[in-house]
């Protein structure tokens, strides 16, 4: 045998065992990659893991909701429509909105916004029965209004009512109301400040407005601001967010206006303004002569402005004499028209004020009594 048949036959003595060892790798390689099959017969569900007590904060936000809940209710605003090719009428939604229930006569309270430009609304409780509601009447610059319900009275469970003067930065809300038409729905925050200025949709100053944290989103407007004892410390009526969805930023009127001005539209269909039965110039004409007040142009015969002695502005030999500024009302400064409005609705019809009035070069205190006004 020579040399070249001594090397073949020691290829073929090592050949045979590699490639039985490459099998036996391949073999070994092909049953790890196969895939593990999903189901498992003997799967059986996992043994609960006992949770203990709930936290004192979730008893306390369980029993807040289940306790006022029932007294929001989900307001539907529908709109008559005429079809341009067929002339008929027909209904469509105009929009959603929260409310609460006031009383049980079937008082409702919610954002003036809600219902402005509805031809129909309808309130749909928390038991889900869905009633027309009527409009008894509103405050516009309060964003405010009332409607009607014939529910009965065992469906109606009145809202507990609080105070927000004595409200404090950093205590605990709660928000109830029917965001994007998913009702019964609560939110909570804080109260995040206190004391804001928002403008109605009439463009008044609705003053010592509370903001909050607590998510408030479309749908969520003329729903309960309720503080941690569920008592209602607000109205939830508008948010600030480049989006329209909440961006922690919500507004609500204070619940202490909300109380002095619905008895009042339950009473007499609107508010009942208190005033001086004057003419004023406008602010752009005050700004124009730099006046910082506000300029009386007409008193009315028989007012309480003309029993006080308050001039109006007039013409003496030729020339045009401006009337009284009124720059304060008890001691706080006004600078507009709106400001003395947003003055006076912190009184009543028959309640005593004494004006700081600037008349000429002189400076001058007068009482008044304020009387109803348009």
Same mark, same amino acid.
């Given at each position: 045998?020579?040399?070249?048949?001594?090397?073949?036959?020691?290829?073929?003595?090592?050949?045979?065992?590699?490639?039985?060892?490459?099998?036996?790798?391949?073999?070994?390689?092909?049953?790890?990659?196969?895939?593990?099959?999903?189901?498992?017969?003997?799967?059986?569900?996992?043994?609960?893991?006992?949770?203990?007590?709930?936290?004192?904060?979730?008893?306390?936000?369980?029993?807040?909701?289940?306790?006022?809940?029932?007294?929001?209710?989900?307001?539907?605003?529908?709109?008559?429509?005429?079809?341009?090719?067929?002339?008929?009428?027909?209904?469509?939604?105009?929009?959603?909105?929260?409310?609460?229930?006031?009383?049980?006569?079937?008082?409702?309270?919610?954002?003036?916004?809600?219902?402005?430009?509805?031809?129909?609304?309808?309130?749909?409780?928390?038991?889900?029965?869905?009633?027309?509601?009527?409009?008894?009447?509103?405050?516009?610059?309060? @964003?405010?209004?009332?409607?009607?319900?014939?529910?009965?009275?065992?469906? =109606?469970?009145? &809202?507990?009512? *609080?105070? $927000? /003067?004595?409200?404090?930065?950093?205590?605990?809300?709660?928000?109830?109301?029917?965001?994007?038409?998913?009702?019964?729905?609560?939110?909570?925050?804080?109260?995040?400040?206190?004391?804001?200025?928002?403008?109605?949709?009439?463009?008044?100053?609705?003053?010592?407005?509370?903001?909050?944290?607590?998510?408030?989103?479309?749908?969520?407007?003329?729903?309960?601001?309720?503080?941690?004892?569920?008592?209602?410390?607000?109205?939830?009526?508008?948010?600030?967010?480049?989006?329209?969805?909440?961006?922690?930023?919500?507004?609500?009127?204070?619940?202490?206006?909300?109380?002095?001005?619905?008895?009042?539209?339950?009473?007499?269909?609107?508010?009942?303004?208190?005033?001086?039965?004057?003419?004023?110039?406008? @602010?752009?004409?005050?700004?124009?002569?730099?006046?910082?007040?506000?300029? =009386?142009?007409? &008193?009315?015969? *028989?007012? $309480? /402005?003309?029993?006080?002695?308050?001039?109006?502005?007039?013409?003496?030999?030729?020339?045009?004499?401006?009337?009284?500024?009124?720059?304060?009302?008890?001691?706080?400064?006004?600078?507009?028209?709106?400001?003395?409005?947003?003055?006076?609705?912190?009184?009543?019809?028959?309640?005593?004020?004494?004006?700081?009035?600037?008349?000429?070069?002189?400076?001058?205190?007068?009482?008044?009594?304020?009387?109803?006004?348009?």
């Amino acid at each position: 045998m020579n040399r070249y048949d001594e090397y073949g036959l020691q290829r073929r003595r090592y050949l045979v065992p590699f490639l039985l060892v490459l099998l036996a790798a391949s073999g070994i390689w092909w049953y790890v990659s196969q895939p593990v099959s999903p189901y498992d017969p003997e799967a059986r569900p996992r043994p609960v893991t006992a949770r203990g007590d709930l936290a004192e904060d979730e008893k306390n936000s369980i029993e807040l909701f289940e306790a006022t809940s029932s007294s929001v209710v989900y307001i539907t605003s529908i709109e008559l429509r005429r079809s341009l090719f067929s002339l008929n009428v027909y209904e469509i939604p105009q929009g959603t909105g929260s409310g609460f229930v006031w009383d049980k006569k079937g008082r409702i309270v919610t954002n003036y916004h809600v219902i402005r430009g509805a031809s129909r609304l309808e309130v749909t409780l928390a038991d889900h029965s869905t009633w027309k509601a009527a409009v008894v009447g509103a405050a516009p610059d309060k @964003d405010i209004a009332v409607l009607a319900i014939s529910a009965p009275p065992d469906k =109606l469970k009145p &809202i507990i009512i *609080g105070e $927000s /003067a004595n409200l404090k930065v950093g205590q605990k809300v709660f928000a109830i109301g029917n965001p994007f038409g998913l009702d019964q729905t609560m939110t909570t925050g804080i109260v995040s400040a206190l004391g804001r200025e928002i403008k109605s949709v009439t463009g008044r100053t609705i003053q010592g407005v509370i903001q909050t944290d607590a998510a408030i989103n479309p749908g969520n407007s003329g729903g309960p601001l309720l503080d941690s004892a569920g008592r209602l410390i607000g109205v939830n009526t508008a948010i600030y967010s480049p989006s329209g969805a909440s961006a922690g930023i919500g507004f609500a009127v204070p619940v202490d206006i909300v109380n002095r001005v619905v008895p009042e539209i339950i009473r007499y269909g609107r508010v009942i303004r208190p005033g001086l039965g004057v003419t004023i110039a406008s @602010d752009r004409i005050a700004e124009r002569l730099g006046i910082r007040g506000v300029l =009386l142009i007409n &008193i009315q015969p *028989g007012s $309480s /402005a003309e029993k006080a002695g308050l001039r109006g502005t007039r013409r003496v030999g030729g020339e045009i004499v401006l009337g009284d500024i009124i720059e304060s009302v008890n001691g706080r400064k006004v600078y507009s028209y709106d400001d003395l409005r947003n003055e006076f609705d912190k009184y009543r019809v028959g309640d005593e004020v004494t004006l700081g009035i600037r008349r000429g070069e002189r400076y001058m205190q007068v009482k008044v009594r304020l009387e109803q006004v348009a």
